[in-house]
């Protein structure tokens, strides 16, 4: 299928959900490439299979097999669905919005970012890998 503009290939590294479309604003391939200052900005679009009473944003990154965190989402996640509400029933639709500010102390690397949404057992609920490449 084509992909519309915007949309990037789907990673998907475990989810209870199904993840149907991946909009990033920055980027339409990989490595998404973003500058020191930026606020990278896009949707996930997901249909549950499982339930979860809250969810909960994580970002690592990870840089030949290291995996560094990467404070780049507010915790609550349920704040961050513009469609959608918590608690999650399965058969859900969710979008989550993403907005990850790009800080000037980041190093210019180009790295594998893991975000994932955790379920109230802190399993991943959703997780998506996204190829990146960081410069000033």
């Not at 918590?86 to 893991?114: F, H, N, R, S, W």
């Amino acid at each position: 299928a084509l992909s519309r503009s915007g949309d990037i290939e789907i990673r998907d590294c475990g989810s209870k959900v199904d993840i149907t479309r991946v909009e990033f604003d920055q980027c339409e391939e990989f490595p998404c490439v973003l500058h020191h200052g930026e606020t990278a900005t896009g949707r996930a679009h997901m249909v549950a299979r499982a339930a979860t009473e809250s969810l909960t944003c994580s970002i690592i990154g990870i840089m030949d097999g290291l995996e560094l965190p990467f404070n780049g989402c507010p915790r609550d996640a349920c704040e961050s669905l513009s469609n959608g509400d918590c608690a999650v029933e399965e058969g859900e639709e969710l979008v989550y919005d993403m907005a990850i500010p790009i800080l000037a102390t980041y190093p210019t690397i180009q790295l594998e970012g893991k975000w994932m949404l955790k379920d109230d057992s802190g399993d991943n609920f959703f997780c998506l890998l996204i190829p990146m490449k960081i410069e000033a």
